[in-house]
């Protein structure tokens, strides 16, 4: 078992809502970015695994036949199918389950996806040998995840306003095992089967009306933060919060850009 908090479903299921709201049309211009690596056709068939609210789903259901979604939280799921439905779009299939054990049989996808979720299996290598399996011969796989948090100046705002906040936070340390490294990356995608592998550097600038509205987007959309207000009680939050707000006020100028950077691996299987 891994000792990664985020490995569970309980955080996802507690930031749905939020994610749904104020993470998901952040995260999309990277899902845009990993269809355009896949040939895909009105005809297409794709899995989005770790889907969330369906970000990926959303903007695939546009221009394919078929979207199979899937995720371990219900709440995503829950919201994903909210908004397919608001969005009417019926051509996306959304269902409970583990991304490390897909129920779906082989060979059959034309592309399959995991933005953002896959970097967090207990078990990598059975998402990236799941997300093979399930791909037909020559279909094209993309994997995002983040780059390291040096490379990121949202991130870097992100964890000293919570060091701010708690000086006994742990702050993610660079980790060579993680998909962070791109060698890495590089190497479970070849491990799984898949041949002619990229790792691209993938990088969205974003900027915020004030302190204010980039404190609510990452309160909301961040399941580390879901989790801290969760384990701290209402008291202590109160006053980490106010210690966070006041940090990012300081801190941030409005309407300024903070870049953020992702890896994009992409693989393809085998013809045959
Ligand atoms: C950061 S969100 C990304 C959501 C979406 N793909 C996007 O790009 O916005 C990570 C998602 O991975 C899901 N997840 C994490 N581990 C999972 C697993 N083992 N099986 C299925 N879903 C998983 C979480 O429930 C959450 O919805």
Redo the contacts with the bound molecule.
Sequence with gaps: MSGNP????EP??LV?EG?AEF??AI??P??ARALEFASLSSGSQVV?????????SRLAAEQVALVEA????ES?IARLVEEADAAGLTNIRAQV????DLPFESDRFDAG??????M???ERAK?FAELFRVLRPGGTAVV?SWAPVADSPLMRMMFDALTAADPNFQEPQPNFLSLENPELFESEMRAAGFEAVSIQRHSIALSFADAEELWETMVRSS?PMELMRHSVGPEVWAQRAALMMRFLAEKYRPTSPLATTAYLGIGHKPKG
């Design positions: 985020l490995a569970v479903a996802w299921d749905a994610y993470g998901s995260m999309q990277f899902s989005d695994v770790a889907a969330g609210p369906g970000t990926l899937i995720d371990f939280s995503m389950g583990d991304g490390q996806f995991s933005m953002f979720g896959l967090f299996f207990p998402g995002s399941a």
